[in-house]
């Protein structure tokens, strides 16, 4: 979701995930198999898992939605409120550049 791994990386096999973080094999089988199911990553038989492209658009259009309906309800209160536009915009963009 933070797109650390882009779409087409290569994830490694159930076999080395499950030895890596000590669990069994059938939980990162089951952890794969719900990745899968939700477009998050794609299995090739013989070649392994791999980073979907598919969800990543939705995530982006879901993202989208969730920044669109904040923006609403800070808009509706600053309406009320002695704050323009303009030091709305100021105070988005420092605190973007803050990476706060």
Avoid: C, W
Wanted: no cysteine; proline share 1%; aromatic share 4%.
């Amino acid at each position: 979701m933070n797109e650390h791994l882009k779409t087409g990386d290569s994830i490694p096999s159930m076999r080395v995930l499950a030895r890596n973080l000590k669990v069994a094999v059938i939980t990162v089988q089951k952890a794969y198999e719900n990745l899968q199911k939700d477009g998050f990553i794609e299995t090739i038989h013989g070649k392994g898992s791999f980073i979907s492209a598919r969800n990543i658009e939705l995530q982006k259009i879901e993202t989208y939605k969730e920044v669109e309906d904040l923006a609403k309800k800070i808009v509706k209160s600053i309406q009320s409120s002695s704050i323009s536009i303009d030091d709305l915009i100021d105070l988005i963009k420092k605190i973007y550049e803050e990476g706060q």
